[in-house]
């Protein structure tokens, strides 16, 4: 059995009155890609902003390595390993790549490794060494996703959360992603993966959960959950791979 | 021609202090996302200091840079944390923006408490002093004060091109959440910002005091003029900014001259709603006052 990374356990999260997550629990292990799926507004998007500690929870608890993150602001967080690649990229468009990457690296245990994670950067995408003095706005979408997870390398984290790697991008340059999603895997570092591709996401990942409504329904192995026929029906279209 | 060259020249001399200041209020506007509506009145509060320092204890204007600036640098730090750290991590950004009218009317009335309201200015002994080139005449201290513009420009550029706060600045004037998602403390990089943009407002206060009379009300017209200044040059563009501010002193000095003293507040803000409307980004501007979507 391998070390829990990351633990969430009966979080709750509300915006103002609006409650957006009920009791979730989820469990990330060392090592692996985790997936959780669903459809639009399930709160895939909310769970993974309140891990990174953008948001509150009203109950529950976030533990890392079993210590519980309540007290952690985003900083301090990102300094332990847990760093976000937020849905849309979120890339600084006027700066150039590589002032992007620089950020990434900002606190100062990342920055004592930056030669390193640039190294490692430019090895996991080449494409990003030519164009490093390029503004980030002008990158092709596939190479805008290649940058927003190369800035959270950056920060040399130990548990990746990527929020909808292929939103907008066609499907020969999703599968190249998620190819680098799993090297980037296979190299050492967890990954936490939100996705609206439930195909995909499912075929890459070691365990997956599924939500709705701000509710988990549904966890098990990737192979488990594409076999399931609840989630064929609700989730994957006639053709395997359609997203609903 | 001699007369228009000599009226662009002091133009170029007094729009170099709307530069200053506009150079401050795009800092600001870059992560607070609101028109600094009370940097004329620091300005002018810096000002009565330079004041003070000179008439209390002698001290001259241009000395008082050293202890006028990193003063003013505090005092932004201190107002960021105490005044403004809450309201800027509002959605609304109208909190922060009356806010910054309180401040205008604070500092104001503070100055009209402490040094009345009759008009200030210093009579220092090398206000006269004129260098002469080919018939053209400019005032020494006009001549600093363009200096003063110009290396108040390339520190900043140099700040946020090349120091990392400086870089997390202009991310953060993009997109302040993906900031936060670094792990970068983005309360204290706003505060950074708006410290530098006080800051400013001191080294515009020193040039201030040494060719303008200036009284406690003359800080509000100010902000207005390095608003028109930013819009002129574009927001997020320091050498913009302060081109903007100089191209509003050649409108304005032009407009005195030619048209009459009686038509320079008209052109200048017929000019900053004609940029408005037909150039938004500015003339020079890459973000502009209003971002394309």
């Known amino acids: ?244 | 021609m001699s007369v228009f060259t000599q009226v662009v020249i002091n133009g170029i001399l007094l729009g170099s202090m709307y530069g200053i200041a506009a150079i401050g209020l795009s800092l600001i506007f870059g992560t607070m996302r609101i028109i600094f509506i009370a940097q004329g009145t620091m300005i002018v509060f810096f000002a009565y200091l330079v004041y003070w320092s000179f008439v209390k204890a002698g001290i001259d204007p241009y000395l008082s840079l050293f202890t006028v600036v990193p003063f003013a640098f505090a005092v932004g730090l201190g107002m960021f944390y105490l005044i403004f750290r809450r309201a800027a991590a509002l959605e609304d950004r109208n909190v922060s923006l009356l806010l910054a009218v309180g401040v205008m009317y604070l500092v104001q009335n503070l100055i009209l408490k402490v040094w009345s309201a009759t008009p200030r200015g210093l009579d220092l002994s090398y206000s006269d002093a004129m260098i002469v080139v080919g018939g053209l005449r400019v005032s020494w201290l006009r001549l600093a004060l363009v200096g003063l513009a110009v290396a108040s420009a390339v520190v900043v550029y140099l700040f946020l091109k090349r120091t990392r706060v400086g870089t997390a600045v202009r991310a953060a004037s993009e997109d302040m959440e993906a900031v936060k998602i670094q792990g970068i403390n983005a309360v204290w990089v706003c505060a950074v910002s708006f410290a530098i943009g006080i800051g400013l407002a001191g080294v515009a206060g020193v040039g201030m005091a040494t060719v303008y009379n200036f009284d406690y009300q003359y800080g509000f017209t100010f902000a207005i003029k390095a608003l028109v200044a930013l819009a002129l040059g574009g927001i997020g563009n320091v050498y913009g900014a302060l081109a903007g501010g100089i191209l509003l002193g050649i409108i304005e000095n032009l407009a005195a001259y030619y048209v009459g003293q009686a038509w320079v507040e008209v052109a200048s803000y017929g000019v900053f709603m004609l940029v408005l409307i037909f150039l938004p980004q500015g003339l020079f501007g890459r973000g502009g006052l209003v971002k394309k979507v």
């Open chain 1, 1 to 244: 059995m391998a070390n829990l990374l990351l633990e969430v356990k009966e979080l709750g999260v509300a915006y103002g009155d609006v409650r957006a997550l009920w009791d979730v629990s989820l469990e990330v292990e060392e090592g692996s890609i985790v997936a959780l799926v669903g459809t639009n507004g399930a709160g895939k998007t909310t769970l993974l902003k309140t891990i990174s500690g953008l948001l509150r929870s009203v109950h529950g608890q976030v533990l890392f390595e079993g210590e519980d993150l309540a007290n952690l602001d985003t900083k301090h967080r990102v300094d332990k390993g847990i760093v976000m690649v937020p849905e849309g990229r979120r890339l600084f468009q006027g700066l150039t790549v590589l002032e992007n990457l620089r950020l990434g690296a900002y606190l100062p245990k990342a920055r004592a490794g930056y030669d390193d994670s640039l190294e490692r950067v430019f090895s996991l995408f080449p494409l990003l060494k030519e164009r490093k003095n390029g503004k980030a706005g002008l990158l092709s979408g596939g190479e805008q996703q290649m940058l927003a997870i190369g800035r959270a390398v950056m920060a040399r984290p130990r548990l990746v959360m990527i929020d909808e790697a292929s939103l907008g991008l066609s499907p020969i340059l999703t599968r190249t992603i998620f190819g680098l999603i799993v090297e980037l895997n296979t190299q050492g570092t967890t990954v936490l993966l939100v996705e609206q591709n439930i195909h995909m996401a499912l075929k890459v990942c070691h365990r997956a959960y599924v939500m709705k409504t701000g509710h988990i329904m549904l966890s098990g192995t990737g192979e488990e959950l594409l076999a399931n026929d609840d989630v064929r029906k609700a989730y994957i279209g006639a053709r395997g791979s359609r997203l609903l």
